[in-house]
């Protein structure tokens, strides 16, 4: 004797016709799996792009920064413009020009534009030209400030934000 039965309604569809439609289901599940983990992959990747980027614009402005501290101790009595100072920022700024051609050939975006660096390099030539001949370089070094200070303003004004170039009053 049967107490409880239950009433369940037979499927008439023969079991190897559904195959087909579990099969249809797998391969739907597996596209949803495969198109989230892509998905998630390019987000990766996408961030990792911007964090790329945002470090090597770091770079390019603490090398122009650098340039900048180093012609700031040409004032100091003790000053080695031609053996030490120059030098040292001739290394930072072609550091900076790399890093700014790489983020221009990358992002098609520079740092700081290529004729400021092209007018600060003719400024610091200018300035050891004149200490090679022996002549005052008052003239030429207020030139080459005039160049650093465009560039330090430009930089501040695109990248005030970021807060990583330091104006000179700041330092003082």
Do not use: C
């Not at 005052?136 to 207020?142: E, W, Y």
């Not at 160049?147 to 170039?165: C, H, I, V, Y």
């Amino acid at each position: 004797m049967k107490f409880f039965h239950l009433k369940r309604s037979r499927s008439r569809v023969h079991h190897s016709q559904r195959y087909p439609l579990y099969g249809a289901l797998a391969l739907l599940l597996a596209l949803a799996v495969t198109l989230t983990v892509v998905w998630m992959g390019k987000d990766r990747a996408e961030q990792s792009a911007a964090l790329a980027r945002q470090n090597l614009a770091t770079s390019v402005q603490s090398d122009l920064n650098a340039a900048i501290r180093a012609y700031e101790s040409a004032s100091l009595p003790t000053a080695d413009l031609r053996g030490d100072i120059l030098p040292s920022m001739r290394r930072y700024l072609y550091a900076a020009r790399v890093g700014n051609r790489v983020m221009l050939d990358t992002y098609q975006e520079s740092v700081v534009d290529e004729q400021i660096l092209t007018q600060i390099e003719t400024a610091i030539a200018q300035v050891e030209r004149t200490l090679t001949l022996g002549q005052s370089s008052t003239s030429a070094l207020s030139a080459l400030g005039a160049a650093l200070d465009q560039m330090e303003e430009e930089l501040s004004a695109r990248f005030a934000d970021t807060g990583l170039l330091l104006s000179r009053s700041a330092l003082k």
